[in-house]
């Protein structure tokens, strides 16, 4: 499938980028400028091996994929997604990953502040064309532990969205990260409510002091596409 | 331990009443009447069995225990507490339970609203006597599983709460039930995450047409006290 990562040179952005190079898809790493992006997507290429499908450019030209996921930090996110809103391709899916922390308005990253739009996922959808099909995924998931290849996630990605064959699109990528299995949390506006598990789950590192607090859900055996 | 519940008749506290009085507390269920108390304290003992050491009685007269838990629902919090305030002892560790969700004005389960103090714990925070410690805990236990004592539960409690001692206690408790564990989610400020994963959980419930969804925190082999 062909992926392109908006902030792909960031942690999160960059451990996503290696894990879905690996698992066989055509990345575009975009970045603020095409020569990070080039270097971002030479780094994948390497750490990944064989014939990694990675490439690199700027954020404009990566947001012109079926599906578009953006890492980039809350302070920076209205402004990323204005600059690439002419290039999303109607009807495309984009997979927003980001969490409002506090730390956007010098606050402490386990405090989060409310986007106008109740979250920043909605944010996004207000900025974008409506007939794009915007998805929350990845709060939960450590950026750390993403960019360790040889390490098995232990985490499920909770994903909210209206649009039930956009979930599904971006639960199909998730399902390629071993060990890694998504839920389905219901419609866009939960993100409210998953956009901020990164604040919960950075309070619990802090607390005991490790790096990779992440969730799964119990109560089923498997999840994935409801029904 | 002398353990208190305060609305002890709903279908959380009833079920708590069950787990802690099998593990051998002596549990007294408050409610707002008498009779209720007594009857639902009557249907604890004859479910535990043996000698479940259990009471039943006025919310106002249960609130005078060293550890008082309260599970009810948002619409009704404010008031509770008011009506008890005067029988907390000073430093005693109260536990509240409860989650904003949208049914407290006529909206949905699976959505909330905003406390003006920031949650609900915070609320019953500016109720309550300075001295007294609150800890925010179990909003993402599902009731109807605490009701079932020869099931296991499947989850952990997220604690948080500025006292860390309380903390303890409350977590004292949690262990007693099998299979249950805390992990310390930070100061009582992060309640503002904790009890929007009720309606998170209900809302993957929704979605998957199951009951129990809940959760566990990766990333530590043991939770409990940090350190």
């Not at 997604?81 to 009807?91: E, L, M, N, P």
């Not at 990779?212 to 999840?223: F, K, L």
């Amino acid at each position: 499938m062909d992926v392109s990562i908006i902030g792909g040179t960031g942690q999160e952005g960059f451990g996503l980028a290696l894990r879905l190079a690996k698992a066989g898809n055509h990345v575009t790493i975009g970045s603020r400028s095409q020569e990070k992006g080039a270097t971002a997507a030479e780094d994948v290429r390497r750490l990944v091996g064989g014939d990694a499908k990675v490439d690199g450019t700027t954020n404009q030209e990566a947001a012109a994929a079926e599906v578009v996921i953006v890492t980039v930090p809350f302070e920076g996110q209205a402004e990323i997604y204005r600059s690439i809103k002419d290039q999303v391709h109607a009807g495309a899916v984009v997979v927003d990953c980001t969490s409002p922390l506090a730390t956007a308005v010098g606050g402490r990253a386990w405090h989060v502040v409310r986007p106008w739009h109740g979250s920043a996922a909605e944010q996004a959808k207000a900025i974008l064309d409506p007939s794009v099909r915007i998805v929350g995924a990845f709060h939960t998931i450590p950026g750390e532990s993403l960019r360790e290849l040889e390490r098995d996630l232990e985490s499920d990605v909770l994903v909210c969205g209206t649009d039930k064959e956009a979930k599904a699109v971006a639960g199909g990528l998730i399902d390629q990260i071993p060990n890694l299995r998504w839920v389905d949390a219901g419609d866009l506006t939960q993100a409210r409510i998953t956009e901020t598990l990164t604040a919960l789950m950075i309070s619990i590192n802090r607390t005991y002091k490790i790096r990779d607090a992440a969730i799964r859900i119990t109560g089923r055996a498997s999840w994935g596409v409801p029904g």
